[in-house]
């Protein structure tokens, strides 16, 4: 049962456009989400995360959006640059537990 | 801001041999620790989570146990691996009001 699905595995995209990263989730207690950046053969780095009380961030070039009544979240990075090239991971936790529930990612690619 | 060790970054192991991934974590007390297991293609699926000293929260029933001997160390343990078990392992940690962060992970072959 997956509670967070990422489902484009890949995405390219031309250097300064943007990016659209999206994920949905089924688990209506889920009330904070994340998304992460992984290069091959490193850990995840943390990115930006929401809350469900908003339902936007903004740090810098990259924004989260949430839409809870659709359980879905975004995360847009504009402009994009070929340093973006990575796989990105959306999670999602419940407050009060310990768990954090990842998606299996997307392959952005930008293209210079 | 926390950093957090893991070691070795790659480790190649027959079936049937132990196994004892090490991670060590600066720069905060008292953390929630995790293991986290990526599978080749698949995305982060959560092995064992620790509030505290001695506390061990298994996910996910397989081949591998976890320890926290000290409030900053924990250990993923094998007493024998499987073909099954090669994958990338991360250590992770959080606090509250902090988001959970990475190490640099272990790519384990088992062969």
């Known amino acids: 049962d997956q509670q967070v699905k990422q489902n484009s595995p890949s995405l390219s995209v031309q250097e300064g456009r943007i990016s659209i990263l999206n994920c949905d989730y089924t688990n209506s207690m889920f009330d904070y989400f994340l998304w992460y950046k992984k290069y091959p053969a490193e850990g995840p780095t943390f990115l930006i995360s929401i809350s469900s009380i908003k339902d936007k961030n903004e740090d810098g070039r990259f924004t989260v959006f949430l839409n809870k009544s659709a359980k879905h979240l975004s995360l847009h990075i504009v402009p994009s640059q070929p340093g973006d090239s990575a796989v990105y991971f959306c999670?999602?936790?419940?407050?009060?537990?310990?768990?954090?529930?990842f998606g299996t990612g997307t392959r952005l690619k930008v293209l210079a | 801001s926390q950093t957090i060790h893991q070691w070795p970054a790659t480790l190649v192991q027959p079936v049937g041999s132990p196994l004892s991934l090490e991670c060590t974590v600066e720069?905060?007390?008292?953390?929630?620790l995790y293991w986290y297991r990526q599978a080749a293609g698949r995305g982060l699926q959560l092995l064992f989570y620790?509030?505290?000293?001695?506390?061990i929260s298994s996910e996910v029933p397989q081949n591998l146990s976890a320890s926290r001997p000290q409030d900053r160390q924990f250990i993923l343990s094998s007493k024998k691996l499987l073909l099954s078990d090669s994958g990338f392992y991360l250590c992770?940690?959080?606090?509250?009001?902090?988001?959970?962060?990475f190490g640099n992970g272990t790519r384990l072959t088992v062969t």
């Open positions: 999670a999602a936790k419940s407050s009060g537990t310990y768990k954090y529930i």
């Open positions: 720069g905060t007390s008292n953390p929630n």
């Open positions: 992770a940690c959080d606090q509250r009001y902090s988001p959970l962060h």
């Open positions: 620790s509030v505290g000293i001695g506390q």
